[in-house]
């Protein structure tokens, strides 16, 4: 097992006075779902968007610790963030296709990094679609307005634009809180297929979901990290009370 | 019970009919307007009208230089004012920070569209005239009518450019763009009808103005094209001051027909902006 990520002491307040993390320590290991899981304001999503340093846009007041992707520090002021953020893809909460065709949220991020040659941009839709388990459904209609397809398709397609960047690391910020039983199902089995290549960390919209995805998992309250480990042994026997007191519902 | 129902039905309707009359109300001078100056400038309009020079002290004769200066005027003032206009609009909507400096140019936009349009007038006169010897010119006028476009186009583009959803810079951050490409590609084509519909309305007010180029660029009477942005030039609104006011004997219908055609000047540019952004929301995906 190799970490890909490696978060040393990490703690977060932003500028408007709620701290969000403290003194984070946590491994996550590569080709596996690492689920980051607990009760809102617990500091998950301000994790993820440390990452991927998507924090930059916001306001804060304090960041300390270290996130090391392969050994690199990404939180040095010098590191390059457009390379850190198509290697560390984000899928949001609710599905934001840009207002384009469904080809060009695709093509949009390889665009950006200069590639223009048609064959590579063709060969990158069809394959992330594939990957996204979305290219049966739509690929009579490539150019059509991607908002015309359904949420469920939207956030498949989110999905597939943050392949489309060959990203090494996937974070996933509640990609399923919109979506209907049927898409979710959709969505976490193209997950179970993408981490055998990906890293991939998952914020769940639910304990179940947690359960049902996680091979490793983290449990945050307020903050902190209160446990983490593989997930059959966080949901079936965890080791903390308040872990346990959450994964069986006393509070949320 | 019934009946009070009734009663309360009944003074809806009436309040209801009050409003729309009340609304009535506000077309109806417009369409007075409109259609006086339709009924008694249309007999005016012919061929030489429009084309041909003023003669007998304008008495006679065309009006074209005052329909080729008012044109030379809006496209001045539309090359000063709508790439700095949209300039500021950006910074202030993409790149700045609430700072005490952004607060400061907001105040200053803000108080700059409230200056009565003759103190732009004066303004210019003292600025592009005489201290910068741009002399009575296009240019004077043109920079002149553009200072005062301004805050119409940077208020109008700003607006245009902060509809844009929120979520579109971070996807687009997310994938790897840097601001000035999420800009280019996505905040910009976004936000462009909104601009135009802004950019356009400004300089539909600076083709209408009087005062700000009546120190600055206005000529009373001047029978030729001006060739040069350093000649002063008839413009329309400006000659229909001074044939209703400064000509005795003036023919009534050659006021009303110079009446028309600035009328349908700015009102075109008016419903060309109309097509605009009834046309992007139309087509607009978000």
């Known amino acids: 097992m190799v970490d890909k990520i490696v978060i040393e002491n990490l703690s977060l307040t932003y500028a408007e006075g709620n701290e969000s993390l403290r003194h984070i320590n946590l491994k996550i290991a590569a080709n596996a779902i690492t689920v980051l899981f607990g009760p809102a304001g617990g500091g998950k999503s301000s994790l993820l968007r440390c990452i991927n340093r998507l924090n930059d846009l916001t306001d804060i007041r304090l960041l300390q610790g270290k996130i090391l992707i392969d050994g690199q520090n990404v939180l040095d002021p010098k ?27 695709l093509t949009y991020g390889l665009e950006l990094a200069g590639e223009k040659r048609k064959s590579r941009l063709d060969e990158a839709v069809e394959r992330s679609l594939k990957l996204a388990a979305l290219w049966e459904e739509v690929k009579d209609r490539l150019d059509d307005p991607a908002v015309a397809l359904s949420g469920g398709q939207q956030q498949r397609l989110c999905l597939a634009r943050v392949l489309a960047n060959q990203p090494e690391i996937i974070l996933l910020d509640e990609p399923t809180s919109g979506l209907d039983p049927i898409s979710t199902g959709k969505v976490e089995a193209a997950l179970q297929e993408l981490k055998h290549q990906y890293t991939i960390v998952l914020v769940p919209h639910s304990v179940q979901q947690a359960a049902r995805t996680a091979d490793y998992a983290a449990f945050f309250l307020q903050g902190e990290l209160v446990e983490f480990g593989p997930g059959r042994d966080l949901f079936t026997n965890p080791k903390d009370k308040r872990t346990e007191d959450y994964v069986e519902g006393r509070f949320g | 019970m019934k009946r009070s129902y009734a009663n309360r039905d009944l003074i809806q309707r009436l309040g209801f009919s009050l409003l729309t009359l009340l609304a009535l109300t506000t077309v109806f001078p417009i369409l007075m307007v409109v259609g006086y100056i339709i009924k008694e400038g249309a007999p005016a309009i012919s061929w030489e009208f429009l084309s041909a020079m003023p003669r007998d002290g304008m008495r006679a004769g065309g009006i074209l230089p005052a329909i080729v200066g008012t044109l030379y005027l809006t496209i001045g003032t539309a090359i000063f004012s709508v790439p700095l206009g949209i300039a500021a609009a950006i910074y202030l909507s993409e790149y700045a920070r609430d700072t005490f ?40 006028a043109s920079l002149t009518l553009s200072i005062m476009t301004l805050p119409v186009i940077i208020s109008a583009s700003e607006e245009a450019l902060r509809a844009v959803p929120q979520a579109f810079r971070t996807v ?31 300089l539909e007010r600076a083709a209408g103005e009087t005062a700000p180029i009546l120190f600055t660029g206005a000529a009373f009477f001047l029978p030729r094209l001006p060739d040069s942005p350093m000649d002063a030039t008839m413009a329309l609104p400006y000659h229909l001051f001074v044939i209703s006011t400064q000509v005795p004997e003036m023919p009534f219908q050659i006021q009303y027909g110079t009446a028309l055609v600035l009328l349908i000047f700015v009102l075109s540019m008016n419903i060309i902006a109309t097509v605009i952004r009834s046309r992007a929301r139309a087509k607009r995906q978000w």
């Open chain 1, 79 to 105: 590191t390059d963030v457009i390379a850190l953020r198509r290697k560390v893809g984000m899928v949001f909460a609710r599905p934001v296709v840009l207002p384009f065709s469904i080809r060009g949220n």
């Open chain 2, 101 to 140: 400096l952004t607060r400061l140019i907001r105040i200053a936009i803000i108080n700059l569209a409230g200056i009565p349009s003759v103190v732009y007038g004066l303004f210019g006169l003292g600025l592009f005239v005489i201290f910068l010897r741009f002399g009575t010119s296009i240019l004077a």
């Open chain 2, 172 to 202: 687009s951050i997310s994938l790897g763009g840097t601001q000035w490409q999420t800009i280019r590609r996505i905040v910009l084509p976004q936000a462009l009808p909104g601009i135009l519909t802004g950019v356009i309305l400004g």
